[in-house]
């Protein structure tokens, strides 16, 4: 197991997944979902309280890619102990003429959940998922659940499996 969490099977715990998440678990019959402080969902406040270690945590970063007036959603997905090269790789990859992180509100509205707890199993259907190479390689990693008050563990293969989901080097 990853940390000191009781993780059990998501698909049978639905009540701790936000609304899109619990409508596309079915599709990662291999994830598991623990409850969590909600005041611990931050990620360094979350490894270090769970003894979960940075490489085996990955974050969902909204970005907005905007060119010739069109604004698309994109997620990106790294470990926590990395950061995305949004405005090189990311921007290049989406072909846009700038990205920039999605504001809190948008991020939420469009995703139908948590700041802090988004997650890329549920997201809207035609976005972009771009997962780091060494996130798709782990094992195991602890992602959001799309609330602050749980987090998804599942393998890293299964990030790659996701709709929308392209294995890319976004780590700076």
């Not at 926590?80 to 003429?97: E, F, Q, S, T």
């Not at 799309?146 to 790659?160: E, M």
């Amino acid at each position: 197991m990853v940390g000191t969490l009781d993780w059990r099977p998501a698909n049978e715990h639905r009540d701790l997944l936000a609304e899109p998440v619990a409508a596309a678990i079915g599709d990662v019959p291999e994830a598991e979902v623990a409850g969590i402080d909600p005041d611990l969902a931050d990620t360094a406040a979350f490894c270090e309280r769970y003894e979960v270690p940075p490489e085996l945590s990955a974050n969902c970063v909204v970005v907005a890619a905007k060119r010739g007036g069109q604004v698309a959603y994109a997620a990106c997905m790294i470990l926590a102990d990395g950061r995305a090269d949004v405005n090189g790789v990311v921007r290049k990859h989406l072909g846009a003429r700038k990205v920039s992180f999605a504001p809190m509100d948008e991020a939420t509205a469009l995703t139908g959940m948590e700041y802090g707890g988004i997650t890329p199993v549920g997201l809207p259907g035609g976005w972009p998922i771009l997962v780091d190479e060494a996130a798709a390689a782990a094992s195991r990693v602890v992602i959001g659940s799309g609330l602050r008050t749980s987090k998804i563990l599942l393998p890293g293969k299964a990030l790659a499996g996701l709709p929308g989901a392209e294995v890319i080097a976004l780590a700076l």
